[in-house]
């Protein structure tokens, strides 16, 4: 009986009645159950009773009386919804192992596929990224340094080679681990100090921003495929904080001093890098390093065969050295003729 009193009074609040009836169906109900219960509880009744009065009293008066309207009732199913994507946090995806946030901000990944229809396994680059390299580029070109800059950074490099040949030796694949986490700084660097220096003066940058944040990107893949084939061991792994830790301090402040000295000196290290992937080559077809089935992220990055092997790989990345030695000369050639580089369009895509 009491719960039906409190049912229909709860009914009458909801249903928009006036505050009148409300009131005296509540004040009915509360006395009902009053009078049925012993005099020891009565005091705790009739607190609970107040507040639970007082409290739907409020509820009724901040709300309308007015039906709900059809654009009301689209702002409530509307809600649910996103009840629903917030309780679902995350959810499978299907046919995957992988989990996928909620797209409560409406971001999700495209499905992409390659050429024949299968699903595109990589998320640090994507299909429109990859390329065939250009091996028909000459490897012999070399800048004979005539100024004094030149020399400085022809012979800075020399001597960077000597630790490098006395702990690598002929570990060819760890010495170019070593040497992309050390390629991919110039680009990232050069980039930047680009970048800001264009949004700082207002003035475009010749598309040079894009060509070394590019070189930067390509640098990187390469070292993510050495990766794959090496497999660096702890101390190898600290080694490279180490070296990446002293070098991007030395070239950010080379840049900021003299472009044309840091683009430089970027152009004889990569003589330097086609030097040691000849060797490194040399010795495959020599028989003294197992030439294994290439990984597959470099048959998909440089659109590979599907039976290529390490040869073909450190062919494709030699090549890429060879390009941005040529970049990178030239960029330093810009700054000797007494000119900026946005005044010479940038090799975007040279790779």
Not at 39 to 45: G, H
Request: aromatic share 10%; glycine share 6%; net charge neutral.
């Amino acid at each position: 009986m009491n719960q039906l009193l409190v049912t229909s009074v709860m009914r009458r609040l909801v249903s928009g009645g006036t505050c009148n009836r409300c009131i005296s169906s509540l004040s009915a109900a509360v006395v009902f159950r009053e009078v049925h219960k012993p005099s020891s509880e009565l005091a705790v009744m009739m607190s609970s009773q107040r507040l639970r009065f007082f409290g739907q009293w409020w509820r009724m008066m901040c709300s309308t009386s007015e039906p709900p309207s059809k654009n009301s009732t689209t702002s409530s199913a509307v809600r649910k919804e996103d009840e629903k994507l917030s309780g679902d946090s995350v959810e499978k995806m299907e046919g995957e192992d992988e989990v996928a946030l909620s797209s409560y901000w409406g971001i999700s990944r495209p499905k992409i596929t390659k050429e024949d229809g299968s699903v595109w396994p990589w998320n640090c680059f994507m299909p429109w990224e990859t390329y065939q390299a250009d091996l028909s580029i000459d490897l012999s070109k070399h800048h004979v340094p005539k100024t004094f800059l030149d020399k400085v950074a022809y012979w800075t490099v020399k001597l960077l080679r000597i630790p490098t040949d006395l702990f690598f030796k002929k570990k060819y694949g760890c010495r170019a681990m070593m040497l992309e986490t050390v390629a991919g700084v110039p680009g990232m660097v050069g980039g930047m100090l680009l970048h800001l220096r264009s949004l700082r003066k207002f003035e475009q940058s010749g598309g040079w921003i894009k060509a070394l944040l590019e070189e930067a990107e390509n640098e990187r893949m390469h070292l993510m495929t050495m990766v794959e084939l090496v497999q660096p061991k702890w101390y190898e792994r600290l080694l490279v904080i180490a070296v990446q830790g002293v070098f991007f301090n030395f070239y950010f402040v080379l840049y900021l001093l003299s472009p044309k000295l840091a683009h430089r000196v970027v152009g004889y290290l990569e003589e330097e890098a086609i030097h040691s992937y000849t060797l490194y080559l040399n010795d495959i077809d020599r028989g003294e390093i197992e030439n294994v089935p290439a990984p597959a992220i470099a048959i998909d990055y440089w659109r590979l065969p599907k039976d290529a092997t390490l040869k073909d790989v450190i062919t494709v990345i030699r090549a890429d050295e060879a390009h941005h030695r040529d970049v990178n000369h030239f960029a330093s050639d810009v700054h000797y003729q007494g000119k900026k580089l946005q005044e010479a369009a940038a090799p975007i895509g040279y790779r």
